[in-house]
Each structure stands twice: as structure tokens, then as C-alpha cells.
């Protein structure tokens, strides 16, 4: 079974305007992380945002918060004012207590859904 | 200070050709990790060697060897190349999990590689 669902493989949005990417998860441990990633046209890999399962607020970076519902199993990120340079591939992963699993501190990815931002 | 580097970003092998991918990494971080994203997907791990000295299968480990050489370094070895293996490969680090703050994994510029 997955473990981390992207259910939008692509989205438009107007630039200026938000956005919300969906991401649920499925874990039966109460402790995990989730993470957020852009991986532009170039390739790399970015670092976006950080939440832990025992975070009391929803984490926010600058123009980058998430919108995490626990009992639902749902870490939505949210992009205010979109620009251009937003337009990328965005991934969710879920890193889960390394004691759970053979890898430490491995991540779960998402297949990634595609942000695409109109002037 | 340039985080993550990974050598080299592009390389083309035939079948049964063998490399090494470069990487290293100057954050101070214990743990590194060698992904590969496959097109259209997200990354699946590799192997990952939690500390200098340790190594780990993670998903997908078979046709691949690594070595933690020393703290800084973690190199990716395919024996034998074959073309399941064409992929782009990304070496990540970060901090012992339960050892600091925060243990986000921070990603190289990636290795694009075709096994023709």
C-alpha cells in the first residue's frame, strides 16, 4: 500500500494567487515526520518545509505553510502569492521512526505533482 | 559552504561498464543517503550509511555498492551496469535522526545517468 498519495499530478494557478498541493499519508505510528519538497526544471532537490507529528501549530517558511490534519492523515502545503519561479514539481515525504524500519532515516516519497504558475 | 556536491552530473555507459558516483558533503552531518529517481516519480533509497564506518540497504539496493570512505564522502558503485539502472541519482545528508533539532535530509545537484 502507498504510503504517501499526491493526488494531483498537475496544477494551474495564476501567479499572485494560493495554492494548495495535497498530500496524505498512511502510518500507523504516532511519531513521524513530513516533508516538502520543489524539485525545479534544473533537478535539484529543495528543502521547503519540516512537520512533525507532535508539532501543536502547523509549520510555516515565508510564503510556504502546512496545513497538517492529523486525524485525517492529510500535511497539504499551502503557497500564498504565487510567482513564477514556483512553477516546479513539488513532492510530500513522510519519514518515519527509524527503530520502524531497515533504513534508518529513510523518506517515503510521493509520485509529485506539478505546479505550473500563469502570468 | 556548499552543502551537498555530487560528481559526476552527467555520465553515458554502455551495458556491463562499471562507475563510481561522487559525493560529499560539508554540513557536519553523520548520516547520508544515495536516492534514485526514476522519470515521473518521487526518489526511493538506495542504501544509507547512518554513520562513518556503517552502511545499509534501503528500497532498491540490488546492482549497487557503497562506501562511507570518511565523514565528508559516500560513493555509489554500479559493478555492472545494465539499463534499469538509467536513472538520476541523488546523494542527501543530515543529521543522526534523534541526535539534533531537526534531521531534514538536504539533496545534491543529482547524477543524470543513461546505461545504454
Known amino acids: 500500500a502507498q504510503k504517501i498519495t499526491q493526488t494531483q499530478p498537475g496544477m494551474f494557478v495564476q501567479e499572485k494567487e494560493a495554492v494548495t498541493l495535497d498530500c496524505t499519508y498512511d502510518t500507523s505510528d504516532p511519531s513521524y515526520g513530513l516533508f516538502w519538497y520543489k524539485q525545479p526544471s534544473s533537478g535539484e532537490m529543495i528543502f521547503l518545509i519540516y512537520q512533525g507529528s507532535y508539532d501543536q501549530q502547523n509549520a510555516t517558511e515565508g510564503r510556504y505553510s502546512l496545513n497538517f490534519q492529523k486525524a485525517r492523515k492529510s500535511a497539504n502545503l499551502v503557497i500564498s502569492a504565487s510567482q513564477l519561479g514556483d512553477s516546479a514539481m513539488y513532492f510530500c515525504a513522510m519519514r518515519e521512526p527509524y527503530a520502524n524500519n531497515n533504513a534508518g532515516n529513510m523518506l517515503t516519497f510521493g509520485g509529485g505533482t506539478r505546479l505550473m504558475v500563469k502570468p | 559552504n556548499a552543502g551537498v556536491t555530487q560528481t559526476p552530473k552527467f555520465q553515458v555507459l554502455k551495458t556491463g561498464q562499471s562507475m563510481t558516483l561522487q559525493c560529499a558533503q560539508d554540513m557536519n552531518h553523520n548520516s547520508m543517503y544515495w536516492y534514485r529517481q526514476d522519470p515521473g516519480m518521487g526518489l526511493r533509497l538506495i542504501y544509507y550509511s547512518a554513520s562513518e564506518g556503517t552502511t545499509d540497504k534501503g528500497e532498491v539496493p540490488n546492482g549497487y555498492n557503497v562506501s562511507r570512505l570518511n565523514k565528508r564522502e559516500f560513493s555509489l558503485r554500479l559493478e555492472s551496469a545494465a539499463p534499469s539502472q538509467t536513472s538520476v541519482y541523488f546523494c542527501?545528508?543530515?543529521?543522526?535522526?534523534?541526535?539534533?533539532?531537526?534531521?531534514?535530509?538536504?539533496f545534491g545537484p543529482g547524477t543524470r545517468l543513461t546505461v545504454l
Open positions: 542527501a545528508s543530515s543529521h543522526t535522526p534523534g541526535t539534533a533539532n531537526t534531521d531534514t535530509q538536504y
